[in-house]
């Protein structure tokens, strides 16, 4: 440890006449111990360097700390001005050191910004200085000042981090709000201003209701405030009011803020304004709906259209053009899997008299009887078409031409019950049924060849004079 004798004629002078008597405490003299050995270890074991100057500036006395804090040692201080510590030092520092002797009066530490102070290797270090006049009567080079020196790097940092913690949280485009424990508002960012309409000296102060709405039920706020009070952080989506009453929509993530002790002292709520995306997502959905409807209406218009152009109107059996289509694929899959396809040829007896002596609208609901009992009595896998006029035409896909024949029959047979319900019940039957059967060949080259043989069937069946089945193989 260095001793103070050693340090300047001054401390050696003052270490002689604090030697004449003993410190004492309140009961008594501390035994065995000098003031100059008690002024000697507060000194060098500060934590803080401790520096002592006298009028003009000349350092007198400096403590074992600049060595670690400013890299001098006391030699190498002893002597020397104080502005050698100082980064800019000069006449401003001179001038400032006059003033403090003028009103000498102790300047604590956190009253004034970091300072720097030069290290010996040229860096400036942030350090927190306190000032203090001395009070030592009839020492040459009085009056003296005592600077103290702390390492503020910490609290330069800290403040720095303080400092732009608060401008990101004003300049957040999120709302930030923080509450006490019982949700009064004790801070809010320009963001809520925007959001709520309110000034943040209307909002500071008052509790979080101040923005309740109607919207929610008690039990909403029940379960928000049991999940924030247990330690844990509630996210969710809420309707608030504005200063000037309208509503708006926010998501906020509301988190506790715990204390050392892991006592929770506040809330932190993070808002975002999701008004306009929310309509934005209602008007998308409401679109949404409204084209589905379209869509819907314009695919049953479709199959309406679609059905119309493959169907006859009158009798809504399929038309000569969907015979065509669908029937060229059914024979390639019964030559394919080697299956059956008969083929039944229809016409109706004696229309065109029916046509000539009742009117169309006779003819008509013949034609439509004869549909009604044909789609009565098919298979959901038959087709059965109007060719055209009285012509008729029904595909039967796995159906022999011995059970072709039998369904013709059955077909001729029925159909003359329901024409004698269409008139008088004593009254003969108009129209009757010529039907030709046939079906599929090996050797089929096409569509009309098998057609030909149906037609070539219905020819026998009138040639022999009506009302009848004729097959050919």
Request: charged fraction near 30%; hydrophobic fraction near 40%.
């Amino acid at each position: 440890m260095l001793d103070c004798g050693s340090l300047s004629p001054l401390w050696a002078e003052a270490k002689a006449v604090s030697d004449d008597s003993a410190p004492t405490n309140e009961n008594g003299p501390l035994t065995g111990l000098s003031r100059s050995a008690l002024f000697e270890a507060l000194c060098q074991n500060s934590p803080d360097a401790v520096v002592v100057v006298q009028r003009d500036g000349t350092i007198v006395f400096v403590n074992q700390r600049c060595v670690a804090l400013l890299g001098y040692t006391s030699e190498e201080l002893l002597g020397k001005a104080v502005e050698v510590l100082v980064p800019h030092h000069g006449r401003d520092h001179r001038q400032m050191r006059e003033r403090f002797h003028e009103t000498p009066r102790p300047r604590h530490m956190g009253t004034r910004p970091v300072l720097g102070a030069r290290h010996k290797s040229g860096a400036i270090v942030p350090v927190d200085i306190s000032l203090s006049p001395l009070p030592l009567e009839g020492f040459e080079g009085g009056p003296f000042t005592q600077a103290v020196v702390r390492d503020a790097e910490y609290h330069q940092h800290f403040d720095q981090d303080r400092v732009l913690q608060g401008v990101a949280m004003n300049a957040a485009a999120n709302g930030i709000v923080i509450t006490d424990t019982r949700g009064v508002i004790e801070w809010v960012n320009p963001a809520v201003t925007r959001m709520t309409g309110y000034l943040a000296e209307e909002l500071v102060g008052q509790h979080t209701r101040i923005l309740k709405s109607e919207v929610h039920q008690p039990a909403f706020y029940q379960d928000l405030w049991q999940t924030i009070t247990a330690g844990e952080t509630w996210y969710g989506e809420i309707s608030n009011c504005r200063k000037d009453g309208t509503l708006y929509r926010e998501e906020q993530h509301i988190s506790p803020v715990r204390g050392e002790d892991g006592v929770i002292t506040h809330f932190i709520a993070i808002k975002q304004d999701v008004t306009a995306r929310k309509e934005a997502e209602e008007k998308l959905q409401e679109t949404h709906e409204e084209l589905t409807i379209r869509l819907r209406e314009i695919e049953e218009l479709h199959q309406k259209l679609r059905e119309e152009a493959i169907r006859d109107p009158l009798t809504r059996l399929f038309n000569r053009r969907y015979l065509r289509e669908t029937l060229a694929r059914e024979m390639s899959r019964a030559k394919r899997e080697e299956i059956d396809l008969a083929v039944l040829a229809i016409d109706i007896d004696h229309f065109k008299p029916l046509n000539d002596t009742m009117g169309h609208a006779a003819g008509d609901a013949v034609l439509v009887a004869l549909a009604e009992l044909l789609q009565s009595s098919i298979r959901e896998s038959d087709i059965a078409c109007r060719m055209g006029g009285d012509e008729l035409l029904v595909v039967m896909p796995r159906m022999s031409l011995d059970m072709a024949q039998e369904r013709a029959h059955e077909w001729r047979a029925e159909f003359i019950r329901r024409q004698q319900s269409l008139g008088n019940a004593d009254r003969a039957p108009v129209c009757t049924l010529s039907i030709g059967v046939t079906n599929i060949r090996k050797d089929d080259p096409s569509i009309d060849a098998l057609l030909e043989r149906s037609d070539r069937a219905l020819y026998q069946a009138k040639r022999q004079g009506r009302d009848r089945v004729v097959t050919e193989a």
